[in-house]
């Protein structure tokens, strides 16, 4: 057999060679002074390339690049979706309620029986107050969604599945009683 | 073991998809040291290394959906590490080779043993060979130098380097087995 090469002495040393290949080089090496020398210096090599030091990392790190990554933009779950998506709209038809001064959609249903002029008049004053209260309630809305995900994404992260269901269930309750009540005054209002 | 260990990224990486941001910072803590000690060794500034090094973490967070969980989470850190390192140096005008261009060295020496060969690892005491070692690195081709390091100081496997690179598993050997020779001539130069 002639001598290694120094590709197949880094194959022997890694073990990356096949089982009759390598018991040719033992039998080899066995006769061959310059190649165990060659193997060894390379073995020396190797353990001490496989020893280099690490490289010192700044102890804060990871706090850095925390700092630089702003908080992914992970897809609303659908129940949440739809629960935001219902809130705003008990919200924004509250907020209608309020400003036709408690007459509510009779006064917009009456509003029909009047003279086709009156109405477009009135359809437009009733337009230019529809829009300045969308988009007042617009941005009201998204102030109020960012903050509740905010809360919600910092509860996931707080507390167990378990606190987190029974927190959710609380708030949605309080909600729905809060919306009651609120109906109730106004029809209340309606009949005096 | 190592099984283990993916699973355990590919968790983090789930609750991070999920605004976990705590568990990301886990995987920052856990890979900070290796993807400093390659992009360290590669640009051999220390301000410059620290930057690249946060780089790769802020661009992997970023693209963190684009990442296919069939892979290992470090293969795709690294391929990402090397694609800033070969941005750096395009940047500098320093050689930097494509994924796929053949390198020199390839088609170069031959890694025949010559009679007499001096042995010059046995001359030095293991700290000073180290530090030898760690000069040679500076002076090796890109190539070489790159596949050296995840090799030696960062452990990966072959298989993984030919994945990182997209270069055949005997190209990716063949520079190991030249960047070790190369080493072991320009220690023989300077002894």
């Not at chain 2, 069939?70 to 930097?96: E, M």
């Amino acid at each position: 057999m002639r001598c290694l090469n120094a590709a197949e002495i880094y194959a022997y040393l890694e073990n990356d060679l096949l089982p009759e290949r390598r018991a040719d080089i033992d039998e080899h090496l066995d006769l061959c002074a310059k190649c165990r020398q060659a193997i060894e210096e390379r073995r020396h090599l190797t353990e001490a390339a496989l020893s280099l030091p690490n490289l010192e990392v700044p102890h804060d790190l990871a706090r850095r690049v925390m700092a630089k990554i702003s908080s992914p933009a992970p897809s609303l779950p659908v129940w949440l979706t739809a629960f935001i998506v219902g809130l705003s709209s008990l919200g924004l038809l509250s907020f209608l309620l309020i400003l036709s001064g408690g007459k509510g959609a009779i006064t917009i249903l009456a509003g029909f029986n009047h003279a086709v002029l009156v109405y477009l008049k009135n359809s437009i004053v009733w337009l230019a107050k529809a829009m300045t209260l969308l988009t007042s309630a617009w941005k009201a809305i998204q102030t109020l969604a960012l903050a509740f995900f905010k809360g919600i994404s910092l509860l996931t992260t707080l507390t167990s599945p378990g606190v987190q269901a029974l927190i959710l269930t609380m708030t949605l309750a309080a909600l729905i009683s809060l919306y009651l009540a609120f109906k109730k005054i106004l029809l209340q209002g309606e009949k005096t | 073991m190592s099984s283990m260990n993916e699973e355990q990224d590919k968790e983090l990486i789930r609750r991070t998809l999920q605004g976990e941001t705590k568990a990301f910072e886990i995987l920052v803590r856990k890979y900070q040291q290796s993807i400093m000690n390659y992009i360290g060794r590669m640009v051999r500034e220390r301000e410059t290394a620290i930057d690249f090094t946060q780089d790769v973490f802020v661009r992997a967070y970023s693209s963190l959906r684009s990442f296919d969980p069939t892979h290992k989470f470090t293969t795709w850190l690294f391929r990402i590490a090397s694609n800033l390192v070969i941005d750096h140096w395009r940047k500098k005008k320093i050689q930097a080779l494509s994924l796929s261009e053949p390198a020199d060295e390839d088609r170069g020496p031959a890694l025949d043993i010559p009679d007499n060969e001096p042995s010059v690892a046995r001359k030095f005491e293991l700290a000073e060979l180290r530090r030898r070692i760690e000069k040679a690195l500076e002076r090796l081709p890109t190539s070489q130098r790159e596949l050296f390091i995840w090799r030696h100081v960062n452990g990966l496997s072959y298989e993984e380097m030919a994945e990182i690179k997209s270069l055949p598993l005997g190209t990716v050997k063949n520079r190991v087995y030249q960047a070790k020779e190369t080493i072991r001539r320009l220690l023989e130069e300077s002894s």
